[in-house]
Each structure stands twice: as structure tokens, then as C-alpha cells.
């Protein structure tokens, strides 16, 4: 997914967006400014995620003592609150993510695109949207299903070189290899 520069000080299989042993003084600044950026993106994130998580529990509690008691009419648009707080998370995530390892997580954010389009299609009002606005929505989860799927063998398939190889023969049932493991 990513190369890595085993000259520069950094590890196999490992790419930093931001390095931190920068030798540059001004790129060294510019990497720190951004990484400050993204602590204050990750607490706006929390902010956002309480004021939602706070958002849904009213709306529900609201729904709830009213007449009809304890039924919540409009439940599409509560689960559609529901999924926002959780796309927040998600993004929070992302953040962190990126924080920790100065890596763009790309399956992740993938994974929170799928989400948020997966949302858009259970609150979808029918009424509101042209057929040929389904198909575009349909295609952009087909094409992000396929990217997650892209990203997931690429990993696997770098995984997989961090292993020893194995002969074919091994695993055959009955081989040899087998046996001694049994």
C-alpha cells in the first residue's frame, strides 16, 4: 500500500506523511503546524460526537413522552441520527489513527465512506430522488465496495509477504508438512 525508504531512518513497510525526524527546519515546522491541526480536528471530532450522542438521546426521550407513549414515529430519521454519530466516530478514527501512525488509513476511510453512503440510502425518501440518482448512489457503493475489497487483498497480499513461503505440496491433505504438525 504504501513504499518505505529503508535509507531514511524509517521501517520496512512503513510511510510517515509527517515525519517527525525531519531534517528540514522548515518542513520539521510545517509537520508539526499539521500535526497540531490534527489534534484540534480530533477535538472538534469529540465535541461534534457529544453534542450528537446528546442530540439522539433528546430526540428519542422527546418521542418517548409523547402521545403515542414510547413509540418513536419518524424511527428512519432516529437511525439516521444514530449512523451520523457513529460516521463521527468513525472520522474520529480516522483521526486517531492518522495521530498515532502518521499513516492515512485508507481502508478506514473507505470503510467510513461506505458507511456514510449506507446511511444516506436507509433515511433515502424515495419521493425526493430521480431513478437515475439511485443508480448513481448504487454505483458509488458498488465502486466503494470494490475499493474496500482492492485495499483488503492488497493488504492480505503484503501480509502474506511478511511470511515464510510454503511449498504446495505442504498443503495438501496428507503431505508430510501435515502430519508432523498433527
Not at 28 to 48: D, G, N
Not at 140 to 167: C, E, N, Q
Request: charged letters at 20%; proline letters at 5%; a negative charge.
Amino acid at each position: 500500500m504504501t513504499n518505505a525508504n529503508e535509507s531514511g531512518g524509517h521501517k520496512r513497510g512503513q510511510h510517515d506523511e509527517l515525519p517527525t525526524d525531519e531534517q528540514d527546519p522548515i518542513l520539521s515546522w510545517l509537520h508539526r503546524v499539521m500535526r497540531s491541526a490534527a489534534y484540534v480536528l480530533a477535538i472538534a471530532m469529540v465535541f461534534v460526537i457529544l453534542v450528537g450522542v446528546l442530540s439522539v438521546i433528546h430526540t428519542v426521550y422527546l418521542n418517548l413522552i409523547q402521545p403515542p407513549y414510547f413509540l418513536i414515529p419518524d424511527i428512519i430519521k432516529t437511525f439516521g441520527a444514530f449512523l451520523a454519530v457513529l460516521i463521527a466516530y468513525e472520522i474520529f478514527s480516522n483521526i486517531r489513527l492518522y495521530i498515532r501512525s502518521d499513516v492515512f488509513p485508507m481502508k478506514l476511510v473507505v470503510a467510513t465512506a461506505i458507511m456514510a453512503i449506507a446511511r444516506k440510502i436507509i433515511i433515502l425518501d424515495m419521493a425526493e430522488y430521480s431513478a437515475l440518482d439511485l443508480i448513481g448512489m448504487g454505483l458509488i457503493a458498488v465502486g466503494l465496495g470494490i475499493t474496500y475489497w482492492l485495499i483488503s487483498l492488497a493488504d492480505r497480499d503484503t501480509d502474506a509477504k511478511d511470511l515464510p513461503p510454503v511449498a504446495a505440496s505442504a498443503l495438501l491433505p496428507g503431505s508430510k508438512a501435515n502430519e508432523k504438525k498433527d
